[in-house]
Structures are given as structure tokens and as C-alpha cells.
């Protein structure tokens, strides 16, 4: 077998890696990132290898969704891999989950109704926006076939207190 035909993407459901092929990633796609990543290291975010090749490989993607009616959620908006669109306006938002969550949240981009998407050195992914964080995979590729394939429950990990988790657990 040769290298392109063992990308781990290619494991995905069927249906994603049909997405991110119509968004213009291809097997063996690699980003040179190097100048964002530094970048946001200067204004004081950790990235790992989990972390820049997730980057290397999707960065400037827009991948629209392949099912919009997830179990508790409508998901209607494409994943849009700009990790310094994020990481420049953001960085609040990268403490908050890290007090909440523990761990080091590096900017990936923005998803559901521009919720900015942030994955931890271990690969975790997670959205947030007006103080909820969402649970969106506990590995890079399992939170994108998610914010793709929207085939399981959305799942609030935290609320900021006097905020509402939405949705509401199922």
C-alpha cells in the first residue's frame, strides 16, 4: 500500500470523506501551517503534533455537513477549518475551556452557528460560543466526522453559572 492510501481520513464514514473531497482535501493533503501556528504560539497558545497535523490537513477547508437534523440539534453550517480567524479574537475563550476542562486548547476554527472550534494537545475537540462548550469528539477525527455527520446527540460539558446548557440533555 502506498502512503495516500493509508491517510486515517479514509477510515471515516464514507459520507465525510465525501465531504472534505468536495471541499478540496485529498488523501496525503499537506498544509504548510507553520507561519499561523507561530503565530498564535506568540500570543500564548500550546499546539502538539496532534494538534498541527489535524491543521496540515484540513487548514482553509470549508466542509459543509452531510446531515443537517442531528438528534438535538439542527446542524446547518459547514466546519471551516481558520485557526488564526479563531485564535486572533479568541483567546478568552481558550482560558475559559482550559479552567473548565483542564488541558491546552489551540484555535481550529468555527462550526455550528460560528461556534469557535478549539482542540486540546491530546486531540480532543470541543465548540464553544456564549460560554457553553460542546463535547465534539474525544479524537481529531472522531469530532469531525461529527460536526459532518451530526449522528449522535450534541452533549453540553459546561455552563458558565446562570446560563441554561443547551440543548438540553437527551
Not at 481520513?9 to 473531497?21: C, I, M, N, Q, Y
Not at 503534533?49 to 446547518?76: A, H, K, M
Not at 459547514?78 to 482550559?98: K, L, S, T, Y
Request: hydrophobic share 45%; proline share 8%; aromatic share 8%.
Amino acid at each position: 500500500m502506498d502512503a495516500e492510501s493509508q491517510d486515517p481520513v479514509l477510515s471515516l464514514d464514507p459520507g465525510t470523506v465525501a465531504a472534505l473531497e468536495a471541499s478540496g482535501w485529498h488523501p496525503g493533503r499537506r498544509v504548510d501551517v507553520s507561519a499561523e501556528v507561530q503565530a498564535l504560539e506568540a500570543r500564548g497558545y500550546v499546539t502538539s503534533r496532534t494538534v498541527l497535523g489535524f491543521l496540515e490537513s484540513f487548514s482553509g477547508l470549508r466542509v459543509e455537513p452531510v446531515n443537517e437534523q442531528g438528534p438535538n440539534f439542527i446542524n446547518g453550517e459547514p466546519f471551516i477549518a481558520d485557526p488564526v480567524g479563531v485564535g486572533n479574537r479568541h483567546q478568552d475563550e481558550a482560558v475559559a475551556i482550559g479552567s473548565a476542562l483542564n488541558g491546552a486548547w489551540f484555535p481550529i476554527g468555527w462550526w455550528l452557528s460560528y461556534s469557535h472550534v478549539f482542540m486540546e494537545r491530546s486531540g480532543a475537540l470541543v465548540a464553544c460560543a456564549n460560554g457553553l462548550i460542546w463535547s465534539l469528539g474525544d479524537t481529531p477525527l472522531a469530532g469531525l466526522d461529527f460536526m459532518v455527520r451530526a449522528d449522535r446527540p450534541l452533549v453540553c460539558v459546561h455552563a458558565p453559572a446562570g446560563v441554561r446548557p443547551w440543548p438540553d440533555s437527551v
